[in-house]
T-cell receptor, first 114, second 112 residues
Framework: EAEVAQSPRYKITEKSQAVAFWCDPISGHATLYWYRQILGQGPELLVQFQDESVVDDSQLPKDRFSAERLKGVDSTLKIQPAELGDSAMYLC????????????FGDGTRLSIL | SQQGEEDPQALSIQEGENATMNCSYKTSINNLQWYRQNSGRGLVHLILIRSNEREKHSGRLRVTLDTSKKSSSLLITASRAADTASYFCATDAEDSNYQLIWGAGTKLIIKP
């Protein structure tokens, strides 16, 4: 059902390690979003890109998280070092630019920090 | 921050019954959207209703929007086991730069 590609689907790692997530949005979608979702809650926006530029990263913990979308297509989200509290689902979504556009989600990466 | 609040938090009904979920929000919006999330999967867009619309239908889904009360409802008619999922409302606020603000969701269970 998902048309946005994300990998890996699952990641288990120990705290203080580095972890990276990859997202390939729907072709032609200029806007790309990274969300974090804790079980039982709604998604929380971490970073929003318009093409290769960051539009909003106000909720991204910049001391340990980084995100890039170098050519305005696929994107990588990195955590270094990972902490126990980072365990969550990380979702990528994309949309066409402009108002009243739905977001299309990938199936996410389930991250577990031991 | 979360603007939308869904009600109820959880809903369990028999297959074939109708399911109604409500969403309230706080600020002026461009549109309100409903999404479904199956366990362990990404969110799937269901329906978008613009701020100047009052009701919208899509198959077995009916969404209403009352901007004076800052609330919306999602009705699923003739529910099926496959409708078991979490349902989220999300608002695109007028000054949000196309960002969506999400509620915590309603967990719907359809009993066969």
């Amino acid at each position: 059902e998902a048309e946005v590609a994300q990998s890996p689907r699952y990641k288990i790692t120990e705290k203080s390690q580095a972890v990276a997530f990859w997202c390939d949005p729907i072709s032609g979608h200029a806007t790309l979003y990274w969300y974090r979702q804790i079980l039982g809650q709604g998604p929380e926006l971490l970073v929003q890109f318009q093409d290769e530029s960051v539009v909003d990263d106000s909720q991204l913990p910049k001391d340990r998280f980084s995100a890039e979308r170098l050519k305005g297509v696929d994107s990588t989200l990195k955590i270094q070092p990972a902490e126990l509290g980072d365990s969550a689902m990380y979702l990528c979504a994309s949309s066409s630019a402009g108002n009243n556009q739905p977001q299309h989600f990938g199936d996410g990466t389930r991250l577990s920090i031991l | 921050s979360q603007q939308g609040e869904e009600d109820p938090q959880a809903l369990s009904i028999q297959e074939g019954e109708n399911a109604t979920m409500n969403c309230s929000y706080k600020t002026s919006i461009n549109n309100l959207q409903w999404y479904r999330q199956n366990s362990g999967r990404g969110l799937v867009h269901l329906i978008l209703i613009r701020s100047n619309e009052r009701e919208k239908h899509s198959g077995r889904l009916r969404v209403t929007l009352d901007t004076s009360k800052k609330s919306s409802s999602l009705l699923i008619t003739a529910s099926r086991a496959a409708d078991t999922a979490s349902y989220f409302c999300a608002t695109d606020a007028e000054d949000s730069n196309y960002q969506l603000i999400w509620g915590a969701g309603t967990k719907l269970i359809i009993k066969p």
